[in-house]
């Protein structure tokens, strides 16, 4: 029977990325994906590197920092790898925050009522707006070029079976099970994100949070004239993301739904609207797309990186909001761990172990 140095539940970015590092590092490695790679919370996100922003919880912000600044070299490689560019955009972001959520982040630099017609014309001029040096991603294109390049460098993949359980041999993880088959490794890493919890052995509390999205684009008439946005826009009501192909995303809810990803038409003109306010040009582009997707929340909101109480068996999961922007940063830390070479930043803060 063939075996793996490392297999990895689940193949959302952080799986895909950790496998495509350990790779890298010499690792025999196996994905084991219950649908299709990065087809649940990674094709749902937004795509904001939001390391700014003032709600992130204060232990998370190192690691935020950190990937930000290595996203760059991160998506160059990637495309190096895979020919496919994760549409990577560094025009930064305009939020409407308070005073003093506004202090909590270093860079960021006011505006005024004429630098925000300056920066973008079409917006609403509002005050309380800052500008934030932030990157935004298109999470598909992203996983996409991660899929191009795990392939690339040999990573084997299972898809249409979820893992639920952990096999133990002696004491430690042996590897990982489906309901068809038995998949021997040297190390199991579970990267199931909202479906961690559902591995039998050292049980992750991941649990499902609920965001719907909806993607604009302009009138045909009007396709010529040019992007509507350059920047991110933050407001406490909606989020607007330009791509490069044109769309704006806007999101997005955060709702207790259990593992329910339907959307609710109600709640997406609710988005539509509150965007229309900021950018009234908005309300005149029609609605392209509509989707949820789930992410995996923790009870402290706190990623869970580490080793588990059973030897041999990692965790790379709980990213709640921040799975794409962390992406670049966990699967360096992961790797640094598996290969026992130093860590860059200390994991105890986010260990499986702290939920006892």
């Not at 996409?144 to 898809?159: E, I, M, P, Q, Y």
């Not at 826009?233 to 259990?258: F, H």
Request: hydrophobic share 40%; aromatic share 8%.
């Amino acid at each position: 029977m063939k075996s793996w140095d490392v297999a990895i539940a689940g193949a959302g970015v952080i799986g895909l990325a950790l496998a495509w590092r350990l790779k890298q590092a010499g690792f025999s490695v196996l994905l084991v994906e219950k649908g299709e790679p990065a087809g649940e919370a990674s094709y749902a996100a937004g795509g904001m590197i939001a390391h700014c922003d003032p709600h992130l919880p204060t232990q998370l912000c190192p690691l935020a920092n950190a990937s930000a600044a290595i996203y760059p070299e991160f998506a160059q490689e990637l495309h190096n790898e895979s020919g496919h560019w994760p549409d990577l955009r560094d025009q930064g972001t305009i939020a409407f925050v308070t005073d003093d959520e506004r202090s909590k982040c270093h860079q960021a630099r006011y505006l005024t009522p004429e630098d925000l017609v300056s920066l973008e014309p079409s917006l609403e001029a509002r005050d309380s707006a800052c500008f934030l040096p932030e990157y935004s991603v298109d999470p598909r294109a992203l996983s996409n070029a991660l899929v191009k390049a795990a392939k690339h460098r040999g990573v084997d993949f299972v898809t249409g079976s979820a893992v639920t359980e952990i096999e133990v041999e002696n004491g430690r993880a042996a590897g990982v099970k489906t309901a068809k088959s038995f998949y021997p490794a040297g190390v199991s890493v579970n990267c199931a994100g909202a479906w961690a919890s559902q591995v039998l052995q050292g049980a992750l509390p991941t649990y499902p949070v609920k965001g719907q999205m909806v993607s604009v684009v302009p009138a045909p008439e009007h396709t010529k004239e040019g992007p509507l946005l350059r920047h991110v826009v933050r407001t406490p009501e909606v989020y607007m993301i330009p791509r490069s192909d044109g769309r704006v995303l806007l999101g997005a809810t955060v709702e207790d739904a259990g593992f329910d990803k339907r959307t609710d038409a109600d709640t997406i003109q609710k988005l539509h609207h509150a965007a229309a306010r900021v950018v009234p040009a908005i309300g005149e582009m029609r609605i392209h797309d509509a989707w949820a997707g789930l992410r995996p929340g923790t009870p402290d909101n706190l990623p869970i990186l580490g080793q588990t109480s059973l030897p041999g068996y990692f965790a790379a999961t709980g990213h709640y909001r921040d799975g794409i922007m962390l992406a670049p940063i966990t699967a360096k830390l992961m790797t640094q761990l598996l290969t026992g070479a130093p860590l860059d930043f200390d994991l105890q803060p986010f260990s499986p172990l702290r939920f006892g």
